[in-house]
Structure formats: structure tokens, C-alpha cells
């Protein structure tokens, strides 16, 4: 892995993707740098990168990623569009074997947070999706009302989580987002094929919450 900078990870580096609950990293997993800059940080998760869980006690079963027990990324690759210091993520997905694009997908997320292997996040459980014909509807509402009551988000904390998937909601239907629809179009290097390892010191590395 290298970088450009102090901060900027090289173009088709890998890097490591971790997520952080119950204020531990709890997932990794390997994607590959499209773009990082200051504006910007694209990342592409390929078909197969596999995934890795702490271990650990999980006393309550939502402790765990809501992956788990799943050991890959299956279907095609994703990509993942962020800003630094935005609350969301932009994810875009592509279906059937010709690769057609499905949806863009904005997960809510505490912004990301630049590591010495990659970066963190927190999953913020509750995420909207848009399909190409425009509909746009929230996902995973119950689950994350669930994580709230369980005492993973804080009442104030959800209130604004909740304001923010609405006023992004609003932002999609207004048409005023500022990600760019040629990233639908955006295709893989072929090298980027097969699925890369996840490194084996990536539970070692310090993290922060927010």
C-alpha cells in the first residue's frame, strides 16, 4: 500500500475498509482507491473481497455486524463514493450478468476517518435507495429503530440520524445531489478481478469514534 501523500492514498492501492459498533471495529474488508483527493475518496469493493470479523464475547446478537455470518461480497463489485466530513456515503450497485447498473444507495455513516491501513467508519443501519426509474425509499427502518432501543444510538443521537435521511431524501427528490451519474457508468480495471486478502493486523491498528 502506498500513498500520494500524508493523507491521500495512491490510485489502485488497497486499502482496508473497517466499521466501527459498539465503539470497536467490528468488520474489514478490502477495497481498492479509484480516487482520493480533497474533494473526494472513491473506493471499489470487488466481487468476492472477503470479509473479516472481530472476535470476541457478543453478549447481544446485534453486536454483530449485520453481515455476519457472511464471508464475501457476492454479486458485482460496488463502489463508494465520500466526502470528507459528510454523514453518507453514496454506493452504487450493478445487477444481472451484463452488469446493468440497479441503484444508487446512500448509506448513513459517521464521516470517514482516514487510518494507516485505510479508513473507519460507523454504520449508521438506516440508508435509502434510489432505482434508476427515480423511486426512492428508506431501508432497514425497523432495524434501525431496534439498534436504538438496544442502546447503540442514543435518543438524541437517532433524532439525528432520522433528520438527516430526511433532509437527504429531500436532496434526491429535488434532483440537487452532487454526485456525478457518469460514476454509473464506471467500470473495473480487469486486474481488479480477484478478490485481494484482507490483511491480518487490521483489528491491531488504533481507532476513534466520533
Known amino acids: 500500500m502506498t500513498t500520494t501523500s500524508d493523507q491521500h492514498f495512491a490510485v489502485g492501492s488497497l486499502i482496508t475498509r473497517r466499521e466501527i459498533n459498539w465503539g470497536r471495529p467490528v468488520i ?10 480533497d474533494e ?14 472481530a472476535s470476541g464475547d ?15 461480497w457476492v454479486g458485482h463489485g460496488t463502489l463508494m463514493l ?14 444481472r ?5 440497479a441503484c444508487w444507495y446512500f448509506n448513513l455513516q459517521d464521516p470517514f476517518r482516514r487510518t494507516p491501513i485505510g479508513y473507519d467508519t460507523e454504520d449508521h443501519e438506516l440508508d435509502l435507495v434510489q432505482r434508476v426509474d427515480g423511486a426512492l425509499s428508506f431501508k432497514d427502518v425497523e432495524a434501525f429503530e431496534e439498534l436504538t432501543r438496544l442502546g447503540r444510538y442514543s435518543p438524541a443521537r437517532a433524532v439525528g440520524i432520522r433528520e438527516l435521511g ?9 434532483g440537487a445531489g452532487w454526485w456525478d451519474a457518469d460514476w454509473s457508468r464506471w467500470t473495473p480495471p480487469t486486474t481488479w478481478r480477484d478478490p485481494p486478502a484482507v490483511r491480518d493486523d487490521w483489528a491491531e491498528v488504533p481507532w476513534e469514534t466520533e
Open 97 to 101: 450478468p451484463g452488469r446493468t447498473f
Open 40 to 53: 473526494l475518496l472513491v473506493t471499489y469493493t470487488p466481487t468476492g473481497a472477503p470479509f473479516s470479523y
Open 28 to 37: 474489514a474488508w478490502p477495497v481498492y482507491v479509484v480516487r482520493d483527493d
Open 166 to 174: 430526511n433532509e437527504l431524501a429531500a436532496t434526491i427528490n429535488a
Open 58 to 72: 457478543y453478549s447481544v446478537q446485534l453486536q454483530h455486524h449485520p453481515w455476519w455470518p457472511k464471508t464475501a
Open 82 to 95: 465520500q466526502r470528507p466530513g459528510d454523514r453518507y456515503a453514496v454506493w452504487l450497485f450493478w445487477e
